[in-house]
């Protein structure tokens, strides 16, 4: 079992002593010989040097300026069911309002370049793109080939500037992400190893002071130091010119290379006349002939996006590589549960301070991990009767520490969780002591049977019911076997109520997330109600 944090120690005085300031070059005051010529040049390049900081930090604010001018739309994929929870997170974290798109899965915010950062940091996201143009009803041709030309004739005629402005930003968001990781984590290897402090050379400690004084102005927007990667390593310093980056920036204008490309379409409808890799090849060749750049479907720098839903298309530029919700599970089961889905569902049942969450079927540990990195504030526990499972969960915690410590160079303090075995029908906690219950219940296709199923819904239900706390304890259940989970829920109107249900596509298959809420009634046992029934029913007789 993973028990609370013990300890946090770390030393950066070595940062400390640094001013930020670059270095100064002097003359020697010990060699009386010294020309006048020779302390001239030496008063000349410190003029220099200290003119060169004026015209960088005049660039920077440019940029800046320029950047809080610069607003663009965001759009983000997110779990089919969960559009409003992610509404929601956008205006909460961000103050943006958002579109839900009528295509499921999707939605649409404002929000300034400066803020790109704290984008890429929603929890409830998987993919996010910038919206280069929107078409709420576009008309179509009637015949395929006068559709594709369209397309063809559309990527000249689309603003491109500001979306690639975005994108251009993201990718050095991205390589700086990439860059910083590799020094953290050799740093950290000393720092552990050894036991000592990092021998990192003074431009790399500079260059490291300087990221951390501008991403504590960005750190101050969160308070939960696990997300701190995110945060840090996408933090809008990116958005000016560092002096240190000056000679690879001059490298690349002088030697441009050819960006390499791909369309990806994406289409929902029964009245289009033309399939999705049509629309992709032509609109492709088209931007590939405005553009200059190189087809690579593998390989590629940027990902142009076409997105039609019926009468509505949308073109973007992807922001992401890979799917937000690949954060927190380094040891997959047969059924990980997407991290996104997880923080929607621990969002319908809105957590407050000090409460005590379960997962009682975790799995690999999805649910609770999502929890403890997001609601630190509550006690979560991640259970499974299979102690595959049960591995499973405290690997992905320990390797969740782990990659904390690397990121802070020092030890962690740990997340609020802890991982037991345990029997779902027979729980090791006492009644009424859970705040809320969440939990992915086995479909009956990986894991388990339909047919065992009709015994197990009830019993968990049961059981979930008398370590609920009455009154004000919540439920959020996931399952794909709404037939079974209705019939079991049916025989529990006592001790629970169905609240809410957000109908989901989980893996190409109709599941539903079931919001419940703990009635006041207190619980009584099974065995204790056959004994009541059997004394009424002897009183009867007498």
């Avoid at 010529?37 to 660039?59: C, G, K, R, Y």
């Avoid at 296709?445 to 019911?465: D, F, H, I, Q, V």
Wanted: one cysteine or more; proline letters at 4%.
């Amino acid at each position: 079992m993973l028990g609370w944090p013990v300890g946090l120690v770390g030393d950066n005085t070595k940062v400390k002593a640094l001013d930020g300031q670059p270095p100064k070059k002097k003359g020697s005051c010990n060699t009386a010989s010294m020309s006048d010529i020779q302390e001239a040049a030496n008063q000349l390049l410190d003029v220099n040097l200290h003119e060169d900081e004026s015209s960088i930090q005049v660039t920077d604010n440019g940029l800046r300026s320029e950047s809080e001018q610069l607003q663009v739309i965001i759009g983000a994929t997110v779990p089919t069911g969960f559009e409003q929870t992610a509404a929601d997170e956008v205006q909460e974290k961000l103050g943006s309002s958002c579109k839900i798109s009528k295509d499921r899965g999707k939605i649409y915010f404002d929000v300034s370049v400066e803020r790109l950062a704290q984008v890429h940091c929603l929890r409830s996201v998987d993919n996010l793109f910038v919206v280069v143009q929107e078409f709420k009803d576009y008309q179509f041709q009637k015949t395929k080939e006068e559709v594709l030309q369209d397309f063809e004739d559309l990527a000249g005629k689309l603003p491109w500037s500001d979306p690639l402005k975005v994108w251009k930003i993201n990718t050095s968001f991205k390589k700086k992400k990439t860059k910083r990781k590799k020094i953290n984590q050799n740093s950290s290897k000393e720092k552990i190893d050894n036991g000592q402090a990092d021998k990192t050379d003074e431009r790399d400690i500079k260059k490291e002071f300087t990221n951390n004084t501008l991403d504590s102005q960005i750190l101050d927007y969160y308070e939960n130091p696990a997300i701190k990667e995110e945060i840090s390593t996408l933090v809008s310093d990116d958005l000016a010119s560092c002096r240190g980056d000056t000679d690879e920036i001059s490298k690349e204008e002088t030697e441009p290379q050819v960006l390499k490309f791909r369309v990806t379409c994406n289409r929902a409808g029964e009245k289009h006349c033309f399939t999705s890799n049509e629309a992709a090849r032509n609109f492709g060749g088209a931007v590939q002939d405005y553009f200059k750049w190189k087809a690579d479907m593998t390989n590629f720098d940027v990902e142009v996006l076409l997105n039609i839903h019926d009468n509505e298309v949308i073109v973007g530029i992807a922001l992401t590589e890979e799917s937000l919700h690949r954060r927190n599970i380094t040891h997959f089961g047969p059924t990980t549960l997407r991290s996104t889905l997880a923080y929607g569902m621990l969002r319908l049942c809105a957590p407050q301070p000090t409460d005590i969450i379960i997962d009682p079927m975790c799995g690999t540990g999805a649910i609770p991990i999502e929890g403890a990195t997001e609601w630190s504030n509550c006690y979560h526990i991640a259970g499974d009767n299979n102690p595959l499972a049960v591995n499973r969960a405290a690997n992905n915690i320990s390797s969740l520490l782990t990659k904390n410590q690397i990121k802070e160079g020092k030890p962690s303090w740990g997340l609020p969780i802890d991982a037991i075995q345990w029997d779902i029908c027979n729980l090791p906690l006492r009644t009424g002591s859970v705040d809320i219950i969440v939990t992915d219940m086995p479909f009956g296709k990986r894991m388990g049977s339909k047919k065992r199923n009709w015994n197990l819904y009830p019993a968990c239900l049961r059981e979930m019911s008398r370590v609920c706390r009455p009154g004000t304890g919540r439920a959020v259940l996931l399952t794909q076997d709404k037939k079974c989970f209705t019939k079991a829920l049916s025989g529990m109107g006592r001790v629970w109520r169905k609240v809410h249900t957000v109908w989901i596509n989980i893996g190409g298959l109709h599941a539903a997330v079931y919001l419940l809420k703990r009635t006041p009634q207190t619980f009584v046992h099974p065995s204790q109600d056959g004994e009541k029934l059997l004394g009424n029913a002897k009183n009867e007789d007498d």
